[in-house]
């Protein structure tokens, strides 16, 4: 019981903090989807958008080939394709450690991604882009990005999950950051490439990152209880 205390007290801060964050990027979606509606945020979505194009033809996007070829790289990031690749590896890995209470928490909150972004754009409908050529195939509402939602819920989920159950703080970090960093590329292609706007980003980011701390607040009560596995110390 002594152990189990101080479990929880060292969960206590962690969880709380956790939670702000989710409630302030929860906070901060309902506040961009009620001036998307709106229609207050066109002008500033038109003008970064245009910002990121050729003056002489809009259709083209600023720099090189080689740029706008990596960001069709960098937006395969946070395709259907990528990110199951990377859930199944990553549960297989925890499994193969004896890790599967965290494999089953990884599934779960992936699968209530998929399910959450896919009824948020069914509610919202909003059309893509149609000021310069899409330079990725599209077929799916713009608000929010669907890539960059589903980055955001599964790099920062799989980061957030995999870091608690490794042992080094450099180890953590590396996970955490790495996370974050391949959320904003993915997010950052989908403007460059003319598919979404960049309200749609954001909004994707911001359900996202909710998501995935809301995972990792469940996470962290439930390893306190010592239904899944517990950090590596």
């Known amino acids: 019981m002594g152990a189990l205390a101080r479990q929880i007290g060292r969960a206590e801060w962690p969880i709380l903090l956790a939670s702000l964050a989710a ?9 961009l989807a009620d001036e998307v509606v709106e229609g207050s945020t066109h ?14 033809d809009p259709a083209e996007p600023l720099g090189p080939a080689w740029l706008e070829e990596m960001m069709r790289d960098f937006t395969a990031l946070g395709g259907v394709g990528v990110l199951t ?3 199944v590896g990553a549960v ?24 959450l972004s896919t009824l948020i754009k069914m509610g919202f409908d909003r059309p893509r882009p149609d000021l310069v050529s899409h330079g990725s195939y ?9 890539h960059s939602m589903m980055a955001a819920v599964v790099y920062l989920t799989l980061g957030a999950l995999l870091a608690r159950v490794q042992s080094p703080k450099r180890a953590k970090a590396y996970i955490l950051v790495s996370a974050v960093l391949l959320t904003i590329l993915v997010g950052i292609s989908r403007v460059y490439l003319g598919v979404h706007w960049p309200t749609d980003v ?11 701390l809301l995972c990792w607040v469940v996470t962290l009560w439930l390893q306190a209880e010592g239904k899944v596995e517990r950090e590596a110390v």
């Open 138 to 146: 599209v077929y799916t509402a713009s608000f929010p990005s669907g």
């Open 23 to 31: 409630a302030g990027a929860i906070w901060a979606f309902v506040e």
């Open 85 to 87: 690749l990377l859930t």
């Open 43 to 56: 002008a500033i979505d038109r003008r970064l958008l245009l910002a990121l194009r050729s003056e002489a």
């Open 202 to 212: 954001l909004a994707g980011w911001a359900v996202g990152a909710a998501w995935a």
């Open 92 to 115: 297989g890995y925890l499994f193969l450690t004896d890790k599967w209470r965290a494999a089953l928490a990884v599934l779960l909150s992936v699968a209530g991604g998929i399910l």
